[in-house]
């Protein structure tokens, strides 16, 4: 059966059923304690990828799930199977590492088929597998080299071809393209993508690089302090942010914010001396008189228009990108950055009127720091 999230691939789709299931899993290094009664079920095929700031827990969650840490509580199924106190070997799963850590001294083909050769795989089958993983990750012309001969993203084309030949149910990566240049990075992302599509097993990717987030991701879990803060589509976390952590933390530049104070009586928000009219969000009937609020627009979703709502302010900075144009302002104190065209043409000082689209907005409760 297919699931609603489809894969962006559209072609294979995501099954009902549950690949890897963390089930309120707690981990500590001494006393300090990394998770809390953590759980979160991936899908059969499904790309999960978990996202969050240095040291919220990431590589220490995928880590549990590949047996390489001990839980204090909790259990970790895979495939309908209770790993939880089972070996690394014995768990059906493949991973690929930030480091790529090769073996120097053996030529890529030894190993890719070092962990076969371990096992007492046939020689023919493990040629087999080579061949079919060297296909697929396009690097047959460099079996016979040595790491020290390759380029990084070829070396780590090998780690990923080293997890692939096991023939891993469940795949974990974590951060393998963090060592790469932006355009190699770009070009592996792509790769890993396809490999999904073709080969669509279930892959669990630790990344803090929220556009490989958003590109691979069936869906997102952003962690913060061993917690997952909302688990979703790429889409919904993007447009729906579920808290002000994750509004801030996906987005470049970050969702602008201002503090506000919602006026029942004309659909208001007071930002300073000014007021801005909401009466368009989506759940203006959950906000109630005098609400602390903090209010967010994306870049994106400011207009330079002029209307009954819309906003004088000057020009402070222009930064072109080629494809787009961020135009920088500020609003009551504010800072506020505006995405336009690439084409479009701003100067220092100018003055604009803009304006908000307010039902791309997001109004999040200034205590509990909750989408509203
Ligand atoms: N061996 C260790 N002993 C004690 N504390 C550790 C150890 N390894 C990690 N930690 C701590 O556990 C927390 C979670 O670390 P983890 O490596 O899971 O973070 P991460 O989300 O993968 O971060 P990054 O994006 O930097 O890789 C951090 O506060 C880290 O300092
Ligand atoms: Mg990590």
């Not at 690394?88 to 850590?101: E, L, N, T």
């Not at 997001?362 to 720091?369: G, H, L, Q, V």
Request: net charge neutral; aromatic share 8%; with cysteine.
């Amino acid at each position: 059966m297919v699931c609603a999230w489809n894969s962006s691939w559209g072609n294979k789709g995501v099954s009902m059923k549950n690949s890897v299931e963390v089930k309120n899993i707690s981990f500590s290094y001494g006393k300090t304690e990394i998770l809390n009664d953590l759980s979160l079920d991936i899908k059969e095929g499904e790309f999960m990828v978990l996202l969050g700031p240095s040291g919220c827990g990431k590589t220490t969650l995928l880590n549990c799930i590949a047996g390489l840490l001990d839980l204090t509580d909790g259990q970790i199924w895979i495939e309908d199977d209770n790993v939880t106190w089972k070996e690394p070997k014995d768990r059906h799963i493949g991973m690929v590492f930030q480091s790529y850590a090769l073996y120097p001294s053996m030529t890529v083909e030894k190993n890719l088929s070092f962990g076969l050769r371990m096992m007492g795989t046939a020689k023919d089958l493990i040629n087999e597998k080579i061949k079919k993983a060297a296909n697929l990750l396009q690097i047959n012309e460099l079996l016979k080299r040595k790491p020290s001969q390759l380029s990084g993203g070829q070396r780590q084309r090998v780690a990923i071809g080293r997890a692939l030949v096991r023939d891993a149910k469940v795949f974990l990566f974590d951060e393998p393209l963090s060592n790469l240049d932006a355009k190699l990075r770009a070009e592996l992302r792509y790769e890993i993508k396809k490999l999904h599509r073709d080969l669509s097993n279930t892959m669990i990717y630790v990344t803090h690089d929220q556009i490989e987030a958003m590109t691979l991701a069936d869906r997102i879990s952003v962690m913060k302090d061993g917690l997952i803060q909302q688990l979703d589509t790429p889409k919904q976390i993007y447009n729906k942010p579920a808290n002000l952590f994750v509004a801030g933390f996906i987005g470049s530049p970050s969702m602008n914010f201002l503090n506000a104070k919602f006026k029942k009586s004309n659909q208001n928000i007071i930002v300073g001396n000014k007021q801005i009219d909401i009466s368009k969000y989506e759940n203006i009937n959950k906000l109630i008189n005098d609400q602390e609020v903090v209010f967010g627009i994306r870049p994106e979703n400011i207009n330079i228009e002029k209307n009954e709502n819309s906003i004088q302010c000057k020009v402070e900075l222009v930064e072109p990108m080629g494809a787009d144009t961020l135009v920088w302002t500020s609003f009551e104190g504010n800072p506020i950055s505006i995405r336009l065209e690439g084409s479009s043409n701003f100067n220092l000082n100018d003055e604009i009127s803009i304006s908000f689209d307010i039902n791309k907005s997001s109004i999040f409760d200034s205590k509990s720091e909750e989408r509203i």
